[in-house]
């Protein structure tokens, strides 16, 4: 793939006598810039690379071709930067969350992916950037996963109960009158036993759409019981006893272990 940026001299340093080398990325969705400087600062090379598992490796490839690399700043590492954040901790590279340069620094270098890559691993080398990255290889990052689709699925549930109720509000007085005062399993229960009838009209409309909004509600419970329960595994995993201290229970205690990531002593 053609490089984003090239130095006017491009150095390769041979194998035997390596010396140490930063690397910095700007990520994005398809495509990762990379760039690469010395431990004094020099501007050595900068390229592009898909966001692919081949990618990723032409990428650490290319990258040793100018020396050892122990240490890369990476920006986005809990989105578009995540997998290849991992597939460096995996090469035995010390990752450094990059944020976004400010906007006073763009408007004074340019705002290019080649500029952002070399910007990456300057904040590494000045100090500017410190924070390790997550590594999001272990039961925490499966955590944040299972939370994740379990809000998702609490979100439309609740969206679905509430649509529920309203349809019963205008639906047919008798109908209404019937499902009136029961609590909202009893009421769900019996509005996915309703039968669908033959006939049309709204009547007929209200009570189908019932029975389906019950249903999904049905659906999307059994979601998130099993949810809770893998959460509750991952917990006892990733921290056994945690959920023994008073007043933890598992979702708070995967708040905790998310914020702190599988890698904890980075803290």
């Keep these: 793939m053609p490089s984003i940026t090239q130095s006017a001299a491009p150095c390769h340093i041979p194998a035997d006598a390596a010396e140490e080398v930063l690397l910095g990325v700007d990520t994005h969705k398809d495509v990762h810039a990379a760039a690469v400087i010395t431990m004094l600062g020099a501007a050595l090379e900068g390229r592009s690379f898909p966001a692919t598992a081949q990618g990723y490796r032409q990428l650490v490839t290319w990258a040793r071709s100018f020396g050892v690399v122990r240490r890369a700043g990476v920006e986005c590492t809990g989105s578009y930067g995540a997998a290849l954040a991992r597939h460096l901790h995996a090469e035995g590279i010390e990752v450094t969350e990059v944020n976004q340069p400010d906007k006073a620094a763009r408007r004074r270098h340019g705002k290019t992916d080649a500029v952002d890559a070399e910007a990456a691993a300057r904040a590494v080398l000045s100090g500017r950037a410190t924070a390790t990255a997550k590594t999001s290889d272990g039961p925490v990052e499966m955590l944040r996963l299972f939370k994740l689709a379990k ?14 109720k309203s349809v019963l509000v205008c639906a047919d007085s008798a109908l209404r009158e019937a499902l009136a005062s029961l609590t909202n399993p009893h009421l769900i229960k019996r509005c996915a036993a309703l039968e669908a009838l033959d006939a049309t009209g709204p009547a007929t409309a209200a009570r189908h759409t019932l029975r389906l909004l019950a249903r999904r509600i049905q659906h999307l419970t059994e979601e998130i019981d099993d949810l809770n329960q893998r959460i509750a595994e991952a917990v006892k995993a990733s921290t056994p006893g945690l959920l023994d201290v008073r007043g933890v229970g598992p979702d708070s205690a995967a708040a905790l272990l998310i914020a702190a990531g599988d890698n904890p002593e980075r803290l």
């Design 151 to 164: 809000g998702s699925a609490i979100k439309s549930r609740t969206q679905a109960i509430n649509q529920l």
